[in-house]
């Protein structure tokens, strides 16, 4: 783990360069939350049924995934790093907002999953080149503004494709998601002209370094990395759950009106609590921030056992504070550990078991849920928490 953050680096962590980088995040999850959140409108407008939209977003994430996996090896070379990160949000944002354009389910298919791929092939570069830009004693306040960012344009996102579609329609309103997006390429850009000049390794045969990704202190990070995303559910689930639960007292139209705000607040704690989780990161340790950051998904969990409305309120903004350390925490943790030269190949690592880690998670819950009853599958959840709490603190032992 980094060493205490003094007060020059600490005078030193907001540049210019992460600035351009947080602008990014911020920019292009505005753009694509656009068409994410009108995606069911399009598709139902289509004729498609519900299948049709799972089918959609399952082939896009797992697309994402492989992307992310594939970007980190490429993300090693510095110079690579730099060309994969415009090219990603400049692809993301074209191939999202042509959408609009599509007449069949298929075609909204192949434009999501090559929008997801270029996504995901962008993650690693990026959190690499922010690497390359600060200090390492503040790694976790570079990361924390970046991801909280990140959620700040998942709360602005949906808002704006709201208003949106009142004043020019669904269509319109995907194609004007261009915009953002190509905003957050030109940000990305900014923030390359402010990195380092770093030297571009040989071109080698390009490799997924795993041996170094499980030595030491890294290795036992991915750990409990990976018992935290096997619990790490889509919010879509925790939205779901909302909606079931509150049905009966306050109707369907009420009900969702409800878990979508209560999916801003959880968006809205996960932005708040980045900063300050990353500045309590590079005092004392990423370590103590992931592991508050699973017991606090822990409870969230618990929460979701509970079908009332104050405990579902409580569990989205738990969960949102969970998932705003435990990003923050995870990116920190692995600039700091990882070896420069495949710094790109752990950050793909990385992302890689958040994605299928999060795939799997979703999949036996929602199992559990249809089998057995909602309660059961938080319960099966809280289990992995636990499991991810006690695989960290082992980590920290071993590293003392």
């Known amino acids: 783990m980094p060493e205490p953050a003094n007060s020059k680096d600490d005078r030193r962590w907001f540049s210019p360069g992460v600035a351009g980088i947080g602008g990014a995040s911020l920019l292009s999850d505005i753009g694509h939350e656009i068409p994410t959140s009108l995606l069911p409108s399009l598709v139902a407008g289509l004729g498609a049924p519900a299948a049709a939209l799972g089918l959609i977003e399952g082939l896009a994430n797992g697309a994402s995934g492989l992307a992310k996996l594939v970007g980190g090896p490429l993300a090693d070379d510095p ?59 503040v790694y976790g306040k570079a990361y924390g503004f970046e991801r909280a960012m990140d959620n700040l344009g998942a709360v602005a996102g949906p808002l704006l494709a709201l208003a949106l579609v009142g004043a020019i329609g669904v269509r319109n309103a995907i194609f004007l998601s261009v ?48 018992a935290f995303e096997l619990g790490n559910v889509a919010a879509t689930l925790l939205i779901l759950r909302a909606t079931e639960a509150l049905t009966p007292n306050h ?39 992931l592991a508050g950051g699973a017991v606090l998904t822990l409870a969230a969990y618990l929460a979701f056992t509970v079908p009332e409305l104050p405990a579902l309120a409580a569990g989205f903004v738990l969960a949102g504070l969970g998932i705003g350390c435990m990003e923050t925490a995870q990116h920190a943790a692995v600039a700091s550990l990882a070896p420069a030269e495949v710094r790109g190949s752990a950050f793909g690592a990385l992302a890689a078991v958040q994605s299928f880690g999060s795939v799997c998670a979703s999949a036996v819950a929602g199992l559990i849920w249809t089998l057995v009853s909602p309660a059961a599958a938080f319960g099966y959840l809280v289990l992995w928490m636990a499991a991810a709490v006690v695989a960290i603190l082992w980590s920290r032992t071993k590293s003392v």
Do not use: C
């Open 179 to 226: 915009i953002p997006g190509l905003l957050a390429a030109a940000a990305i850009m900014f923030a390359i002209r402010k990195a380092p000049r770093i030297a571009a390794r040989p071109r080698t045969k390009l490799t997924l370094a795993i041996r170094p990704l499980l030595r030491g202190g890294l290795g036992r990070l991915f750990i409990g990395v990976s």
């Open 79 to 137: 110079q690579n790093r730099k060309s994969i990160a415009v090219g990603g949000y400049a692809a993301t944002a074209v191939l999202s907002s042509l959408i609009g354009a599509a007449t069949a389910v298929w075609q909204i298919g192949i434009l999501r999953m090559g929008a997801w791929t270029a996504r995901g092939l962008r993650v690693p570069a990026r959190n690499a080149l922010l690497a390359d830009i600060v200090p390492a004693a």
């Open 251 to 289: 109707g369907i139209e009420g009900a969702t009106q409800i878990a979508l705000g209560l999916y801003a607040a959880y968006n809205l704690a996960a932005t708040l609590i980045s900063v300050p989780a990353g500045h309590v990161g590079d005092r004392w340790g990423a370590d103590r921030v």
